[in-house]
């Protein structure tokens, strides 16, 4: 007979206190999920002590440096031996690492989050440190006993570049936080469009920042907002790139924006121009505000946003200005991919990612490895 006690899980989520990305929010949202719905699984938590977990069972880990690089060190260092003492005082418990960086000398039954292998495909200068660091660490997933891909895509290019079996990877999707939700006052106005990401090469900026030029040359007053972090070793590209703009008095780059509903809120339409991602929360985000999203078809941003949003060939600039102009001169239209956002966000949610990961975490604690 198969056991219904709960699985005693360890998840590591210390990037809640030193990540301000898409891991962070990963685990959150994770963590919320796994305790708001999931009583066959007793879950405990690494994490700062002062970290706010919704309830579930926290084990305080002070970090000894301030310094990223060295905190990235420390942190790497110590987790093997967190998990080991963690198991010899509560027994049997799966380890979850949530994070990219796959941790040296873990003992199994071991959980493996997969975002993305951004930098082992994508050939540009700024992921150049990271993909030395992936030809190191890579290798390691191998090792899990379970990998969770958070796409399709994600999971396939694991298997097609890492050498995983097929056998042991799950596809989880992210969900959406209720927190993002339609605003009754609608567009603003004066009107813009959204892009939410941080710089680099693949993000596409300039085919955003393209888009804005074609609108502005066609007589429309909406401005481009750019949010997202931009880190100082490319903040000299990223202002040339809007140098280079035809109009770049109508582009605001605003940087880090630390909450973003009531900039979704107001988009008129939302951009997703980027050419490579794991997942890809910010489109989900904008439709869960009512926003109308164009995004490229490309790795998982289709499988995130087809049925939700509208489509176009990727790095196609003619055609998404196309999509856009459309819903910004169609009133009802606009109206009609509002909804149909809005009905395709509420099918991504924690509580159904929280129910696959309790899935791996139970056949990982039953098989012993």
């Not at 605003?183 to 106005?189: A, H, L, R, T, V």
Request: hydrophobic letters at 40%; glycine letters at 8%.
């Amino acid at each position: 007979m198969p056991d219904s006690s709960p699985v005693p899980v360890l998840l590591d989520a210390q990037s809640l206190s030193t990540a301000v990305d898409g891991t962070g929010t990963y685990v959150r949202g994770l963590v919320g999920g796994l305790m708001s719905s999931r009583t066959d699984i007793a879950l405990s938590v690494l994490a700062a002590p002062e970290t706010d977990l919704d309830g579930a069972r926290l084990i305080p880990v002070r970090q000894w440096t301030t310094r990223p690089r060295l905190q990235l060190m420390e942190h790497a260092a110590r987790l093997p031996l967190d998990v080991r003492r963690q198991r010899r005082q509560h027994g049997g418990t799966v380890f979850h690492n949530p994070s990219f960086h796959a941790p040296w000398g873990m003992p199994t039954p071991w959980v493996q989050t997969l975002h993305d292998v951004i930098p082992l495909v994508f050939d540009a200068p700024d992921l150049s440190a990271l993909r030395t660091r992936w030809q190191r660490f890579g290798p390691r997933y191998r090792q899990a006993s379970a990998v969770i891909a958070v796409s399709r895509h994600a999971a396939d290019e694991g298997i097609r570049l890492l050498g995983l079996d097929s056998q042991r990877v799950h596809v989880a999707l992210h969900g959406v936080s209720d927190r993002y939700h339609p605003s009754e006052d609608g567009p603003s106005d004066p009107p813009y469009l959204l892009v939410v990401s941080e710089f680099s090469a693949r993000k596409g900026f300039a085919e955003a920042f393209a888009v804005s030029d074609a609108l502005v040359d066609a007589g429309y007053p909406h401005r481009l907002v750019v949010a997202g972090r931009v880190h100082a070793e490319v903040k000299d590209a990223l202002n040339r790139l809007h140098a280079s703009a035809r109009h770049p008095e109508r582009i605001d780059i605003r940087d880090f924006v630390p909450d973003l509903v009531a900039l979704y809120q107001g988009a008129s339409a939302f951009l997703m121009t980027s050419h490579y991602e794991g997942f890809g929360l910010p489109p989900l985000e904008a439709m869960a505000c009512g926003v109308p999203v164009v995004a490229f078809a490309t790795t998982a941003v289709t499988e995130v946003v087809e049925g939700g949003g509208r489509l176009v060939p990727e790095g196609d600039v003619t055609a998404m200005t196309t999509a856009v102009r459309q819903l910004l001169d169609t009133p009802a239209l606009a109206a009609e991919e509002r909804q149909r956002g809005l009905a395709h966000a509420a099918t991504f949610t924690w509580a159904r990612s929280a129910a696959i990961h309790a899935e791996v975490y139970r056949a990982v604690s039953e098989s012993g490895r």
